[in-house]
């Protein structure tokens, strides 16, 4: 059986080419261990591998194995649609958010952020390509958002976050990608500052890289099969 360590090595070494094949260094591109519906040992097992940085999409199922893993140096990410009612928790166990695309659930997240745990760091979900099923603000509404939540306290605005719909082939997902890359410049001409593209999973890591993503989202490939769904978020 495939350790979670070696496939973590097989993903890191799928970056790297994707990387060169862009042009990039390897080192541009991080990646984010999707742990959603596994527990504390894999994720354990995957910080022995050397990884830190976790998302999660499933608020309390984070909460309860973000507070198991204490004692390790993690980065926690959420990944998933948040709830009014979920923001406190959010606020109050997680590093990241990437899934923000309402100013109400931005100005949540920055009055009930403690102050002794610094910033959380906050990226803008888009809904780049139109996609009826996906989350997301839509592109022409995504300046205005960013220069509001920008101004918020305890937040920092970092980047973007797309999740498109599936492309047919290799260029089609660059073309999508290419377009959350372009909003993303424009947004930092406006001196927003931002240093970070969320875009990219298992199926489409290849093409976001060479889009120009920053961040990865990895789940099965490094886990492998997901257990059932959680019954609460």
Avoid at 64 to 91: D, F, M, Y
Wanted: aromatic fraction near 4%.
């Amino acid at each position: 059986m495939t350790t979670i360590a070696e496939k973590l090595h097989q993903v890191r070494a799928d970056i790297a080419t994707a990387c060169t094949q862009a042009g990039r260094p390897a080192h541009a591109v991080t990646l984010l261990a999707v742990s959603k519906t596994f527990g504390p040992d894999a994720v354990a097992q995957a910080h022995a591998a050397g990884q830190t940085a976790f998302g999660e999409n499933y608020i309390q199922e984070a909460v309860e194995k973000i507070a198991a893993l204490q004692h390790l140096p993690l980065e926690w990410h959420c990944i998933g649609p948040i709830q009014s009612n979920k923001t406190r928790l959010v606020a109050e166990h997680f590093d990241w958010v990437h899934t923000v695309d309402r100013l109400k659930i931005a100005q949540r997240l920055s009055e009930q952020r403690p102050p002794h745990l610094g910033p959380l760091n906050i990226c803008i979900q888009i809904n780049v390509d139109g996609g009826p099923t996906k989350s997301g603000v839509p592109p022409e509404e995504a300046l205005a958002l960013a220069q509001a939540v920008a101004q918020l306290p305890h937040l920092r605005l970092r980047g973007l976050m797309c999740i498109p719909e599936p492309a047919p082939d290799f260029e089609a997902a660059c073309a999508v990608f290419t377009r959350a890359t372009a909003l993303f410049g424009t947004l930092n001409a406006q001196k927003l500052g931002l240093d970070t593209l969320s875009m990219g999973m298992s199926a489409d890591m290849a093409a976001a890289i060479r889009a120009g993503s920053t961040m990865v989202r990895v789940g099965s490939a490094i886990f492998g099969g997901r257990p059932a769904k959680p019954s609460t978020n």
